[in-house]
């Protein structure tokens, strides 16, 4: 494992500020500024994009693939189909930690800013759920109060600012075969549509994340797509993606830039999300316990 050491001057300067935010906090204590990842990572990030035929299209086939992908497959790096269409794949590894923490971690988070912050505190801003009080619903298991609650996050990406709507849903809505899900182990879910803030029902984007145990741990497998791509076309209103992106200044140049700072972004919070979880947990898995099974 090695320290990432790419921060863009606004990422050093969010620190500075969430380490203000947090301090006198019960949060404070888990500030990490020293994130650690696997150098094989690190390196093939910083090779340039994948080759096209490293990357997978979100078809609902290829989607069921990743279930059980061949020995020796790529795991790691980005890069821009047809669309234009930015897109990112990692597979992190979470020793210590279970899928029923990362449950707990992704409605617990979400009930307060702060708690977003600790997650990757040089980019993470704030975090808004559509419905905090379903979040918090003790008689409501994680997905009743997970699925369909908008989330607004204000993040950096990289050196500039990016806000979107996540619209997490049951990963059968994506596409993956429940069957296919069971097979391959998968416990929970954090998947879901992007949207651009205040364009409801308007898919520009979809992102997968997926856990399982592995020895010693969890596994999380992850997947973005941003763009215009064809095999988003049936998702709600991805139609009006194309005019909305361009009118962003998302042409296939800033798609691969945006998608490079994605893949660092990833790389950074996960792993740092994979050293300190199974330590809050601890802390405040208690006095917040999990969602009813
Ligand atoms: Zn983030």
Redesign the pocket.
């Known amino acids: 494992m090695i320290p990432v050491t790419y921060y863009p001057l606004s990422m050093q300067k969010q620190l500075v500020k969430a380490k203000a935010t947090l301090a006198d906090s019960p949060y404070s204590p888990f500030v990490n500024e020293r994130v650690l990842v696997p150098e094989n990572h690190a390196l093939k990030i910083q090779k340039g994009p994948l080759a096209p035929d490293a990357a997978i299209v979100p078809s609902i086939k290829a989607l069921n693939e990743i279930l059980d992908l061949p020995p020796g497959t790529e795991r790691v790096g980005y890069t821009v189909l047809e669309g234009p269409t930015l897109y990112v794949q990692s597979h992190v590894q979470f020793p210590g930690s279970t899928p029923e923490m990362f449950k707990w971690w992704f409605w617990w988070e979400a009930l307060d800013s702060r708690r977003y912050m600790i ?2 505190p040089h ?2 801003i704030s975090l808004e759920a559509e419905d905090p009080v379903r979040l918090a619903d003790p008689t409501k298991t994680f997905e009743e109060r997970f699925y369909e609650n908008r989330q607004h996050v204000v ?1 950096l990406m990289g050196p500039d600012l990016f806000e979107s709507v996540i619209r997490f849903t049951d990963p059968t809505v994506l596409g993956f075969d429940l069957a296919k899900l069971k097979k391959a182990g998968i416990e929970g879910s954090a998947s879901g549509l992007l949207e651009v803030p205040g364009l409801r029902d308007v898919t520009v984007g979809v992102m997968v994340h997926l856990v399982r145990s592995i020895p010693g741990g969890m596994e999380l497998i992850s997947r973005y797509w941003l763009g215009s791509h064809p095999e988003l076309a049936r998702f709600p209103g991805a139609n009006k993606a194309p005019e909305i992106l361009a009118g962003a200044g998302m042409n296939a140049e800033k798609m691969e830039q945006v998608a490079y700072e994605l893949a660092v ?1 990833d790389m950074t ?1 996960w792993h740092n999300l994979a050293s300190i979880l199974p330590k809050v947990y601890e802390r405040f898995g208690t006095e917040a316990p999990p969602a009813k099974p």
């Open positions: 997650w990757f980019s993470h993040e972004h919070e």
